[in-house]
């Protein structure tokens, strides 16, 4: 059963639309509606992409490291989002903590207000 918080393997789209990498994203909540649609972001082992008080840094000495599935310290780009069906997520490898999950969506949110 997916829920918001997992961490799921999915073929994210690159932003050309020309190729696609398998990659972790994070489940960040189902859309209303009759379809089992969900709210994704991207999560990258590129830590260099960083952007300070917009994404989240997962680090292999963070309380969650070990549930969330990845295997090196990762940043969950909040920007990368995209929309899928739940029939396109190859299945889920772990989970982040939900004050974690919380943060990112605050950032999120707080994004959006200001645009």
């Known amino acids: 059963m997916k829920k918001a918080g ?27 509606g009759e379809h089992d649609d969900w709210l994704i972001c991207m999560i990258s082992s590129q830590t260099r992409q ?4 917009f994404d989240e840094i997962i680090e292999d000495s963070s309380e969650d490291f070990k549930q969330s599935g990845l295997k090196v310290t990762s940043v969950v780009r909040v920007g990368r989002l995209a929309v899928v069906s739940a029939e396109m997520l190859l299945g889920a490898i772990g989970e982040i903590s939900g004050d974690r999950l919380n943060r990112v969506k605050k950032n999120l949110s707080n994004w959006l207000s200001e645009i």
Do not use: N
């Open 6 to 32: 997992q961490v799921v393997v999915f073929r994210f789209p690159q932003t050309d639309l020309e190729e696609d990498k398998i990659r972790p994203a994070l489940l960040l909540g189902r859309l209303p």
């Open 50 to 53: 960083y952007i300070s008080g």
